[in-house]
Nanobody, 120 residues
């Protein structure tokens, strides 16, 4: 029903930056909470950040001050600006759309992921 396509992943040295993008097939940024998740091999998938319809942002403690989530409603696009990257940030990053009723709930739609690799 709704397709989410991530891009912008790649390889970067520790301390570097990357910006991830997620384009939705329809206008959803004001209908859903939008979130970024990540999963590294052998680890559980974790919520990195989310942004609600009003633009209020929430981050997991490990990325506060380094990552910024934002959106462009007119372009149906979600972004994750990642600065001061660490090797621990290496993971597959996923875009997700979450019910606005409970922004911490399980996502309704998922993207297929984009790989981020940070070398030390």
């Amino acid at each position: 029903q709704v397709q989410l396509v991530e891009s912008g992943g790649g390889s970067v040295q520790a301390g570097g930056s990357l910006t991830l993008s997620c384009v939705a097939s329809s206008y959803i940024s004001t209908t859903y909470c939008m979130a970024w998740f990540r999963q590294a091999p052998g680890k559980e998938r974790e919520r990195v950040a989310h942004i609600n319809r009003a633009g209020t942002t929430t981050y997991t403690d490990s990325v506060k001050g380094r990552f910024t989530i934002s959106k462009d409603n007119a372009k149906n696009t979600l972004y994750l600006q990642m600065n001061s990257l660490k090797a621990e940030d290496t993971a597959m990053y996923y875009c997700a759309a979450v019910s606005v009723v409970v922004c911490y709930g399980k996502p309704t739609y998922w993207g297929q992921g984009t790989q981020v690799t940070v070398s030390s």
